[in-house]
């Protein structure tokens, strides 16, 4: 899918920083990258950043940049299934990338006060964590075109093209999960339109455990009803993953009156990338700073 792909031919990664590795629960060392701040004084507190779908730390690497230069420690990870982060589109069971985060939270401890921001499929895991009982995990929460669910109205059919999902499978593990039977979680349920020269550094496929975990839980609005820290939401006027203008209508629905700043003249990607959307997610940050 070119909006997705493209963009990044013009990213230039050559100060990306090298990897660094936490320790988890399974004894796994999963990487991550850190930025310090780089002004002269640095605003408190940090940043954790989570990719979107397919994607790795290094997409994160221009707004990752952006927060650093805005004062604030930034941290991006390879999310699990992801990148270096073990096998690509798997994990070992549903909940594994709650208990990812949770090390990660324990082994590096970023400073204090930490949001969690979160891009696309990063963007719904963000939200599964708020409103979970590990939401104070993080003081804040940044929600970057949010995925919430294929039945969403937010949600553009096959997700504008980028997704192709195996729906029939879906239901049918999921049945059987219902009877405690997860023998088939590692079986593939969702594909994306990813490039046969990306997939060396993409992730094709997830499996049916990933594809549950990384995303909100299946009844979206309840998290969104938990959700209790403070947190911002933007999209691209232009997203063509998501419909930008149905957004806000799911927030009343879940009874939270928040609102979602859409950035005219920016698709789904750019939302990560132009310089026009990165300031309006610094905005965003400085306004929970003054939240905390």
């Not at 339109?193 to 094709?204: E, F, G, N, R």
């Not at 938990?226 to 939401?233: A, L, N, V």
């Amino acid at each position: 899918m070119a909006s997705i792909n493209d963009p990044f031919s013009s990213v230039d990664f050559s100060d990306l920083p090298p990897l660094a590795k936490f320790t988890t629960r399974d004894r796994t060392q999963l990487p991550y990258r850190a930025y310090p701040s780089t002004t002269a004084i640095p605003n408190e507190g940090s940043v954790v950043l989570i990719h979107g779908s397919s994607a790795t730390s290094s997409s994160m690497h221009p707004m990752a940049k952006a927060f650093s230069a805005a004062g604030y420690r930034v941290f991006a990870l390879d999310i699990r299934g992801h990148g270096a982060s073990g096998r690509k589109g798997q994990i070992a069971y549903i909940g594994q990338l709650e208990d990812d985060l949770a090390d990660f939270m324990h082994a590096v401890s970023p400073p204090k006060p930490v949001t969690l921001a979160g891009f696309s499929s990063g963007g719904g895991f963000a939200i599964r964590i708020a409103g979970s009982n590990r939401q104070q995990l993080f003081q804040s929460y940044l929600l970057l075109a949010p995925f919430l669910s294929q039945d969403a109205p937010t949600q553009r059919s096959g997700s504008g093209g980028w997704t192709s999902v195996g729906v029939p499978r879906i239901i049918a593990i999921a049945i059987l999960n219902g009877f405690g039977i997860k023998v088939f979680n590692s079986l593939p349920v969702l594909r994306f339109a990813v490039s046969d020269s990306a997939k060396a550094i993409l992730t094709p496929e997830y499996s049916y455990a990933l594809e549950t975990n990384f995303r909100p839980h299946r009844d979206y609005l309840a998290d969104l009803r938990h959700m209790d820290q403070p947190f911002r939401i933007l999209i691209g006027a232009n997203d063509d993953i998501y419909y930008p203008d149905r957004l806000a209508e799911v927030m009343k629905q879940a009874g939270k009156d928040t609102e979602v700043t859409v950035i005219p003249e920016v698709d789904h990607i750019h939302l990560i990338l132009s310089s026009v959307a990165l300031k309006k997610s610094i905005e965003a940050l400085n306004s929970l700073r003054s939240q905390q």
